[in-house]
């Protein structure tokens, strides 16, 4: 099993933050919600390893 990273990993963190800032422009609070939920599980799928999600889900409750 690979551990999660939960230090800085992005060579440019302000580009990706952009990019979700930019994607929620013009949604309800509805379709934000829904194009949250659809990013997540399209990333848990590219994770593949429930172990890692379930790693990162504890992390993110803390």
């Given at each position: 099993m690979t551990a999660l990273v939960?230090?800085?990993n992005l060579?440019?963190?302000d580009d990706v933050y952009d990019l979700?800032?930019?994607a929620h422009e013009g949604l309800s609070p509805e379709e934000s919600s829904a194009?949250?939920?659809?990013?997540?599980l399209t990333?848990?799928?590219?994770?593949?390893?429930v172990r890692i999600i379930r790693a990162a889900?504890?992390?993110a409750r803390e």
């Open positions: 939960t230090h800085r060579d440019r963190p979700l800032l930019t194009l949250n939920a659809r990013l997540i990333l848990c799928n590219h994770v593949g390893d889900l504890e992390v």
